[in-house]
């Protein structure tokens, strides 16, 4: 099972910027498809972005032009940059490796309010 830790959440402003930061353990994380899920209060899951190995991204609709998934092999790193955030953006966020059993970090809390 493969670890994840979040972190870089907090308290923002509407219009204001974040950038999430996700740590995977193991050795092979270049051949690794990650990403980034949400859960507002009261909301299921949802997907917010994917990177797969060869860097393809994809995002969902809320967040298309504001966020940006990024992923760094040579530290096991992978990012959500979140731009113009607003309050509709705030949930807990999880990193995620997909596989046939997927493993979740223990999520960030985002909150943009004013």
């Known amino acids: 099972q493969v670890q994840l830790v979040e972190s870089g959440g907090g308290l923002v402003q509407p219009g204001g910027s974040l950038r999430l930061s996700c740590t995977a353990s193991?050795?092979?994380?270049?051949?690794?498809?990650m990403g980034w899920y949400r859960q507002a209060p009261g909301k299921e899951r949802e997907l917010v972005a994917r990177?797969?190995?060869?860097?393809?991204?994809n995002y969902a609709t809320s967040v298309k032009g504001r966020f940006t998934i990024s992923r760094d092999n040579a530290k096991n790193m992978v990012y959500l940059q979140m731009n113009n955030l607003k309050p509709e953006d705030t949930a807990v966020y999880y990193c995620?490796?997909?596989?046939?059993?997927?493993?979740w970090g223990q999520g960030t809390q985002v909150t943009v309010s004013s």
């Open positions: 193991g050795s092979d994380f270049r051949s690794y498809f």
């Open positions: 990177i797969f190995n060869n860097y393809n991204t």
């Open positions: 995620v490796k997909f596989g046939s059993t997927n493993s």
